[in-house]
């Protein structure tokens, strides 16, 4: 059993920190957390959500997403689109500063323990954003393009992979609520055989797309919400292809298989080594 309350590495056999326990600020942390609640229960109640986003794949709470995306049946590099009245909510959650802080946090994370990772995502955000000027980001200070506010009041997921994330990727995911971490909340990383205590107001980073991951349930007076930021694989491929989809650029699915393994190869070497940010903090 695992804790992650505690800033702490995930290493694979070359030293690579694989996945982060990111744990939590000290200073009016727990504040953020309550202050949390009462903005994604406020944002519940007012966004007017439909059947998909209250029941879906990954579980049985009302999820949003918001930000800047490609795939899953987009045409072109946008926003997420929202009915007016549900974008002028998810627009005001942005600009909250207990949001802002979280967020910036998990950025944080990121700068501080995939410094490659981290440019990489921020010079592509940063590309996108120049060629095509009508986007919007999420956050100025965040290099992830998109964020999901994971709205309870029993956010527990099945098991599940983010399949449309970059692969090598970072997944930022914040726990929040009341409820008790020793008995319920818990992260799991199936394919790692690992059980995370998950506090409220931690945060873990995890490559979503090919790790499987769920929750435990937390007890039915108990309330657990989390927010998530997240850069879709597709904004990467569009940017490799010219900023046009790859059927556009003249690439075929045959190339792009071909080209897997060297991707794959690539995008691991951005990852850190424990031992190249110990020796670099010595």
């Not at 974008?87 to 995939?114: K, T």
């Not at 998530?228 to 059927?247: D, E, H, M, N, Y």
Request: with cysteine; hydrophobic share 35%; aromatic share 8%.
């Amino acid at each position: 059993m695992c804790d992650s309350s505690q800033c702490r590495p995930v290493l694979d056999r070359q030293d690579r920190i694989f996945a982060m326990l990111g744990g939590r600020p000290r200073r009016s942390w727990d504040a953020v957390n309550t202050s949390m609640q009462h903005i994604l229960e406020q944002c519940r109640t007012a966004y007017s959500a439909k059947p998909e986003q209250v029941s879906h794949r990954r579980g049985e709470f009302t999820a949003v997403s918001v930000g800047v995306s490609y795939g899953g049946g987009q045409k072109q590099v946008s926003n997420l689109c929202h009915p007016a009245s549900n974008l002028n909510i998810l627009s005001s959650m942005l600009l909250q500063e207990p949001v802002r802080r979280i967020a910036n946090f998990g950025n944080s994370l990121v700068r501080l323990f995939a410094p490659r990772m981290h440019g990489h995502y921020g010079s592509t955000l940063d590309a996108l954003c120049a060629r095509h000027p009508h986007l919007a980001r999420n956050f100025p200070k965040s290099v992830f393009s998109c964020a999901t506010f994971n709205l309870g009041p029993h956010t527990v997921t099945r098991v599940h992979t983010d399949h449309l994330n970059l692969p090598y990727g970072w997944c930022s995911i914040t726990a929040l609520g009341n409820f008790d971490k020793t008995q319920g909340g818990h992260l799991v990383l199936w394919d790692l055989r690992m059980i995370i205590e998950f506090p409220a107001g931690s945060t873990i980073l995890i490559p979503s797309a090919i790790l499987r991951h769920s929750n435990i349930p937390v007890a039915p007076h108990e309330r657990r919400y989390s927010f998530t930021q997240f850069t879709p694989g597709g904004l990467f491929r569009w940017v490799a292809c010219g900023f046009q989809s790859s059927k556009a650029a003249g690439v075929t699915a045959k190339e792009l298989n071909h080209a897997g393994p060297g991707r794959w190869e690539q995008g691991i070497g951005m990852l850190s080594t424990w031992t190249e940010l110990t020796r670099s903090s010595n």
